[in-house]
T-cell receptor, first 112, second 113 residues
Framework: GDSVTQTEGQVALSEEDFLTIHCNYSASGYPTLFWYVQYPGEGPQLLFRASRDKEKGSSRGFEATYDKGTTSFHLRKASVQESDSAVYYCALSRNSNNRIFFGDGTQLVVKP | ETAVFQTPNYHVTQVGNEVSFNCKQTLGHDTMYWYKQDSKKLLKIMFSYNNKQLIVNETVPRRFSPQSSDKAHLNLRIKSVEPEDSAVYLC????????????FGPGTRLTVL
């Protein structure tokens, strides 16, 4: 079945560090891939999405590239800020089954 | 700007009590959802409604029941709460059933003593 795997449960960085959160998926065809972010006290919100191989999604300095060859959609940011501290979810959806599958989430803590 | 509203923000109750949570969306969306988020931040879908009709009912205990009066409202009732029901309950909506971008409310945190 469809699934999303996030390797890191928690990531601790200092401001201006480079961020990578790994996301690998399992699904047939070309699912739509998403990154959602959840700030403390709020619900998750969409960061960006991608639907085609090699397509890059980006927002607020974060980016990820859809890679069908490695079935990955890793989240990256060149220089994190304390305000980026949040939980990040990778997710996928295939129109054929109208479902969205979330990864387990990665808690990012950025220290000043 | 918040467009998915949930009440209450927090609720503390005793085992065996009944609780009810409310959700309203002002986005004009056709589909609404309830998720449970546990202490490890795992998101688990519970129910999906499209135009007031139940579409997806994941394997949840029978004490949970969704209620929809119109496509803008989706409430959640828990008939007899148990300690493992302590969690954050998130309501979400999307344009329609085939559209995966979801808009979430801020959640209701339930604590069962």
């Amino acid at each position: 079945g469809d699934s999303v795997t996030q390797t890191e449960g928690q990531v601790a960085l200092s401001e201006e560090d480079f961020l990578t959160i790994h996301c690998n998926y399992s699904a047939s065809g070309y699912p739509t891939l998403f990154w959602y972010v959840q700030y403390p006290g709020e619900g998750p919100q969409l960061l960006f999405r991608a639907s085609r191989d090699k397509e890059k999604g980006s927002s607020r300095g974060f980016e990820a590239t859809y890679d069908k060859g490695t079935t990955s959609f890793h989240l990256r940011k060149a220089s994190v800020q304390e305000s980026d501290s949040a939980v990040y979810y990778c997710a996928l959806s295939r129109n054929s089954n109208n479902r969205i599958f979330f990864g387990d989430g990665t808690q990012l803590v950025v220290k000043p | 700007e918040t467009a998915v509203f949930q009440t209450p923000n927090y609720h503390v109750t005793q085992v065996g009590n009944e609780v009810s949570f409310n959700c309203k969306q002002t986005l004009g969306h056709d589909t609404m959802y309830w998720y449970k988020q546990d202490s490890k931040k795992l998101l688990k879908i519970m129910f999906s409604y499209n135009n007031k009709q139940l579409i997806v009912n994941e394997t949840v205990p029978r004490r949970f029941s969704p209620q929809s009066s119109d496509k803008a409202h989706l409430n959640l009732r828990i008939k007899s709460v148990e300690p493992e029901d302590s969690a954050v309950y998130l309501c979400a909506s999307s344009i329609d059933w085939g559209y995966a971008e979801q808009f979430f409310g801020p959640g209701t945190r339930l604590t069962v003593l």
